[in-house]
């Protein structure tokens, strides 16, 4: 089972590492490494130090050079750092040689990841998917993990499954991950059953990369309270709303947000909770105009659209955080005008891109919140007339 306790008693203090491998430069390694801080704070931790190495491959045994590694441990033993996050997939020899050479705690970001959804996950579907995603995660580490599975003192990293030596064994494992998938099948037909029951209504699904604003959106639309914070991976499960507009009834659901580098087992493990946005009729892309790498977090979510063939599907891309953008973007001093032209050229080199299918609001501010009403009701009302042209009362 899951340790379901917080055991951190304080903010641990981190250090990242990152690197720089071909066809990357040290700036992305950073913008990655900013993800991940931000990723170790929502857990409870706090970064104190990054190392970047640049490498044409990863270190078979440690990940990092030699040097480096002595590096980091003389920095972790002089600083009383608990805790390593490396921002790539560690096997478990290399977690167990760079435990050995620092003394202290190593995770990599899969694992990090996973301790979130661990904290997050509140219904029995989300646990038993995050407990999944953790026994495949560990099942090929197991022979130098062992050690790393012993630690149950608390902390960030600590909150996987198994508490005992036997819990190594992979027979054991396998058997865990064989009765979570038949689990999470019957959790699944129990979810079928009960998306068919909503009958001939509209679905329209929330969609973005992680922390652009999706939930503030629900409420906003749906008039509901769904959680909303600054924080990764504020909600796992995903929630559906029937709303009304001018008579004209739909459903709207949100839904887990994308990141880069999401553990594949994990994709694997929550595919059933996105099967709202593979069974929707029209997807609204929420994105973080604010956020200084906002085209690739939009090109992260496109690609996980395409492995989920929900890719072609009528899109509406949401720009949100309008007032932040503009924050960051413009100096005090700009006039007015001049801020006007540089929106306009910007929303119209989106609405070329998506065909006209840009909105630029501000969820926080209200901004444009009722034309986003207005042009989802126009939506739903257009697909409602193709799809059930005999039944009027759904568009009028």
């Known amino acids: 089972m899951i340790d379901k306790q917080n055991k951190i008693g304080k903010e641990e203090q981190a250090v990242l590492v990152g690197v720089v491998q071909k066809e990357q430069n040290e700036t992305q390694v950073n913008e990655y490494l900013d993800e991940l ?3 170790a704070e929502t857990a409870g931790a706090v970064t104190v130090k990054r190392f970047i190495q640049k490498l044409a491959r990863p270190e078979p045994k440690t990940f990092v050079g030699k040097g480096k590694l002595q590096e ?3 920095y ?3 600083h009383g750092v608990e805790l390593i996050i490396f921002d790539d997939e560690l096997t478990g020899a290399q977690i167990g040689n760079i435990e050995k050479e620092t003394k202290v705690k190593v995770i990599d970001r899969s694992d990090l990841i996973l301790d979130i959804f661990a904290r997050r996950a509140k219904t029995a579907q989300a646990k038993a998917q995050v407990e ?5 995660y560990i099942l090929p580490r197991l022979r130098g993990m062992w050690s790393h599975l012993e630690r149950l003192g608390g902390g960030i990293g600590t909150r996987g499954p198994g508490e005992t030596e036997i819990e190594t064994d992979r027979r054991i494992v396998r058997e865990k991950i064989s009765l979570l998938r038949n689990r999470l099948k019957e959790i699944d037909k129990q979810a079928f059953t009960q998306r ?9 699904s929330l969609v973005g ?8 959106i629900m409420n906003l639309l749906s008039k509901s309270e769904v959680l909303a914070e600054n924080k990764l991976f504020a909600t796992l499960d995903t929630t ?11 459903l709207l659901s949100d839904t887990v947000g994308f990141i880069r580098k999401l553990p594949h087992h994990l ?11 593979r069974e929707a009729d029209i997807l609204l892309h929420v994105v973080d105009l604010s956020h200084p790498q906002y085209e690739d977090q939009m090109g992260t979510v496109n690609k996980t659209l395409q492995e989920l063939k929900s890719f072609e599907k009528p899109t509406l891309t949401i720009f949100n955080k309008l007032d932040e953008y503009v924050k960051k973007t413009f100096d005090p001093w700009l006039e007015e005008d001049t801020k006007a032209e540089i929106l306009r050229d910007l929303e119209e080199r989106w609405q070329r891109a998506t065909n006209g299918n840009a909105l630029f609001i501000s969820a926080l501010e209200r901004t444009n919140i009722e034309k986003l009403r207005e042009v989802i009701l126009s939506k739903v009302r257009e697909l409602y007339r193709v799809r059930y042209p005999y039944k009027t009362e759904f568009f009028y």
């Open 132 to 136: 999944l995603a953790q026994y495949q």
């Open 72 to 74: 980091i441990a003389e």
């Open 267 to 277: 994709v694997e493990s929550f595919k059933s909770t996105l099967d709202e946005v």
């Open 209 to 216: 990369y992680t922390n652009v604003g999706k939930s503030t």
């Open 76 to 78: 972790v033993r002089t």
């Open 240 to 250: 559906t709303r029937k709303i009304v507009y001018e008579t004209t009834p739909f």
């Open 37 to 39: 801080a931000f990723l």
């Open 196 to 204: 068919k029951e909503r009958g001939e209504l509209i679905r329209v």
